[in-house]
């Protein structure tokens, strides 16, 4: 059986989504926790390879695997091992051929920054402590330049492996309510540290270091140089997954 699983956890603890070497992945405690209740070495497919210390609201995987455990009971059952901070939502048999990464239309990440003098203990893990006056106004017509089909250079970190930098960016709101401000993007896909780079672009146009109109001038000139900083992972969730 093809099974497709749904998580949601708090990446705080977590070297990222994808097992690696030199720390603790959801991926890594996922897999082993599933080996321990189906009695079998399990490797899971994910929908996205989330940074060190961001969070999912829902993260898809799929893997293969034969079990008496009913398929709908199988969140249950890997709840009681899974550490608290990362939680089976739902799971289902899916087509043979369903990928868990390569069959997503569109995917979906918030980003929230605290933006006041203090931080909140009760948000720091979720949220970019950012204590000077930003201009939401300014940063919502910085965004709009940045929504449809472009190349994205300018806003990908070194070390990426994508075979075309071309994204369409299909949605990107800047919301704010109270001391919080809210950035969401949806695109068909996303580059290494692509919203974060955007988060740090938008906060650089609101604090007065770039202006709306320079953020065209960053996508033509495809020079990461010019940008804002990388925003901090634990703003960052994954939100969505559309297949």
């Known amino acids: 059986m093809n099974l497709k699983l749904t998580l949601k956890y708090d990446g705080t603890c977590y070297h990222g989504w994808q ?12 897999e082993d926790t599933l080996e321990k209740v189906m009695k079998k070495k399990i490797v899971v497919t994910g929908c996205s390879r989330t940074d060190a210390g961001v969070h999912a609201l829902m993260h898809v995987s799929n893997f293969n695997c034969e079990t008496s ?10 709840n009681q091992f899974l550490p608290d901070d990362i939680r089976a939502v739902e ?7 369903f990928n868990a990464r390569y069959h997503t239309v569109e995917k979906t990440y918030r980003y929230r920054i605290l933006n006041c003098e203090h931080n909140d203990p009760f948000l720091s893990r979720f949220v970019w402590h950012y204590p000077i006056h930003l201009d939401v106004e300014k940063m919502k017509e910085a965004a709009g ?12 970190a070194s070390g990426s492996s994508a075979k075309t930098t071309v994204r369409n960016l299909k949605r990107v709101t800047v919301e704010k309510e109270g001391n919080l401000i809210t950035i969401t993007a ?3 896909g996303f580059l290494y540290n692509m919203v974060r780079i955007i988060v740090g672009t938008l906060v ?5 270091k770039l202006s709306s109109g320079e953020v065209k001038k960053i996508l033509d000139e495809k020079d990461r140089r010019l940008g804002g900083v990388t925003a901090p992972p634990e703003g960052l969730r994954l939100e969505e997954v559309v297949y």
Do not use: S, W
């Open 19 to 30: 097992r690696q070497p030199n720390g603790i992945t959801v991926q890594e405690v996922l």
């Open 69 to 78: 455990i009913p398929v709908h009971k199988i969140p249950l059952v890997l």
């Open 91 to 97: 799971c289902c048999e899916v087509p043979a051929d």
């Open 145 to 156: 330049y940045m929504v449809g089909e472009k190349d994205f250079t300018a806003f990908m």
């Open 186 to 188: 949806t695109a068909n």
């Open 204 to 208: 650089y146009v609101g604090n007065g």
